[in-house]
């Protein structure tokens, strides 16, 4: 069976890089859109890579000819260049939808957030989940993706176990499992072939919060040292950010400061576990 014809957009992100991988091992005749070219560190004998911008639909003109299926995990988890989720994670992403379909791709597989449909509210979600709602009437064939946590936004759990504590909101029994960028990608790259319209994900590990503090002061051969936080801190915190900030800065500590009183548990997937992560990180 002839592999079809795939464009990644997103490439350079941290997710992105390991699709690209995942699609080369496949042997899916793959294209990358990348900013700058010059920055990209793909192979160009194994990647066809276009310099482009999503932002600036005019870029893209073109490129999505022969193309079956385009993938993309654009958004912005901080911004920059005085650019917003709606520019970004909406409008980046219309754009590409737009010549796909004027392209004659096939199917379009967009990556979002666990349990964004309840989380509209939220900056970050508002601006994925506008783009849910313009994909699945657009008419083209669609997956989308939505993954838990990445292992690598597990990072302030061993900033603090680093400094011998590990804070959290509540009790700590709150579950989660997180998973590694590079089962997500499986994930991704699975869903050229299947039908299936929306798929949630998870790592392989569910775990509370106490848990995944625990693992990280143990990767650092710290003392178990947790403090449990009331909630007002992080309620007030949330309506002080709101209040006093713009977006850029609030948006991503509002997500995770909504989350992180939520349970986060998507079907289990995956062979990376976040203890290995959390040992291989303190390491470094």
Not at 12 to 29: K, N
Request: glycine share 8%; hydrophobic share 40%.
């Amino acid at each position: 069976m002839n592999k079809k014809k795939v464009l990644l957009a997103g490439a350079t992100g941290y997710l992105g890089g390991f699709i690209a991988s995942q699609l080369l091992e496949s042997g899916y005749t793959t294209s990358l859109i990348a900013r700058d070219k010059q920055k990209a560190n793909f192979d160009s004998q194994h990647f066809s890579i276009i310099e482009a911008e999503v932002t600036k639909p005019e870029s893209l003109s073109g490129f999505f000819n022969d193309i079956e299926v385009v993938i993309s995990t654009i958004g912005i988890t901080r911004q920059k260049d005085g650019l917003t989720y709606m520019d970004v994670d909406y409008q980046g992403n219309v754009n590409l939808i737009n010549e796909a379909r004027k392209s004659g791709v096939k199917k379009f597989i967009y990556v979002s957030v666990l349990n964004g449909e309840k989380l509209r509210k939220l900056k970050i979600c508002e601006a994925k989940e506008k783009l849910v709602d313009y994909l699945i009437a657009s008419g083209l064939d669609y997956c989308i993706i939505r993954p838990n946590g990445f292992f690598s936004d597990m990072g302030d759990f061993l900033k603090m176990a680093k400094g011998g504590k590990v804070y959290l909101f509540g009790d700590g029994n709150l579950k989660l499992n997180p998973i590694h960028g590079e089962d997500l990608a499986q994930v991704c790259v699975n869903a050229i072939e299947t039908n299936q319209k929306e798929i949630n994900v998870g790592g392989p590990d569910i775990l509370t919060q106490n848990q995944i503090g625990e693992l990280a002061l143990k990767a650092y051969s710290k003392q178990i040292k947790i403090v449990h936080l009331p909630d007002w801190i992080r309620k007030f915190t949330l309506w002080s950010l709101r209040k006093f900030t713009s977006s850029k800065v609030f948006g991503p500590v509002e997500f995770f400061l909504t989350t992180i009183v939520m349970d986060m548990i998507a079907p289990k997937y995956g062979k990376n576990r976040l203890e290995d992560f959390f040992y291989m990180k303190a390491k470094e």
